[in-house]
């Protein structure tokens, strides 16, 4: 089955540790996300990347770090720069921008992380 | 300053009956738009979308309106069931650079 994984399902880390969130999808998607959501809020962008060994800032990208350098693989760093890191992280993926269901992103199941 | 706003936070609706839930948005660029569904602790799924070029799009027992010149969306759920008890989330596109707007989510609760 075609997907996209996210682990561990809840992190615990304590305050002024960085902590990498793992993200894979075997869909065959280019384009990979990161989006954080709080309690009553809608999904906010951390980070983008539309191809390989690239990625764009969303508008959240303060204190977290990324990299992409498998199609498959968009791993996420929440750095101890990160002011508020306890929260709700997903991972999303689409196929190639440009593409009509572009826009139609698929997620994966979420991390929360809670700093302790 | 939010581009797309879903201004119920909840809704409450009984089982069988029709479900509508509404979304703004202020950007006149954005020409795609999505409703996306959300359980407790699990990523969103894709709901259905809609193009700026249509006014509304069906499927099965969702059916999507938009209103370009109110700049207005609404999700219709008919009829209601338990199982569309959940957050549901509208989400706007139109940069250049593909990203998704989302707006904060509406908690839809199906009454027996």
């Known amino acids: 089955d075609g997907g996209i994984t996210q682990s561990p399902k809840y992190l615990f880390r304590k305050e002024g540790q960085n902590v990498t969130l793992s993200c894979e999808q075997n869909?065959?998607?280019?384009?990979m996300y990161w989006y954080r959501q709080d309690p009553g809020q809608g999904l906010r962008l951390i980070y983008y990347s539309q191809i390989v060994n690239d990625f764009q800032k969303g508008d959240i990208a303060e204190g977290y770090s990324v990299s992409r350098e498998k199609k498959e693989s968009f791993p996420l760093t929440v750095t101890s720069a990160q002011k508020n890191p306890t929260a709700f992280y997903l991972c999303a993926s689409s196929i190639s921008p440009g593409t009509p269901s572009y826009n139609e992103q698929f997620f994966g199941p979420g991390t929360r992380l809670t700093v302790l | 300053d939010q581009q797309v706003k879903q201004n119920s936070p909840s809704l409450s609706v009984q089982e069988g009956r029709i479900s509508i839930l509404n979304c703004d948005y202020t950007n006149s660029m954005f020409d795609y738009f999505l409703w996306y569904k959300k359980y407790p602790a699990e990523g969103p799924t894709f709901l259905i979308s809609i193009s700026s070029i249509k006014d509304k799009n069906e499927d099965g027992r969702f059916t999507v309106f938009l209103n370009k010149s109110a700049k207005h969306l609404s999700l219709h759920i008919v009829p209601s069931q338990p199982g569309d008890s959940a957050v549901y989330f509208c989400a706007a596109s139109g940069d250049s650079n593909y990203q998704l707007i989302w707006g904060a989510g509406t908690k839809l609760i199906i009454k027996p």
């Open positions: 869909l065959n998607h280019d384009a």
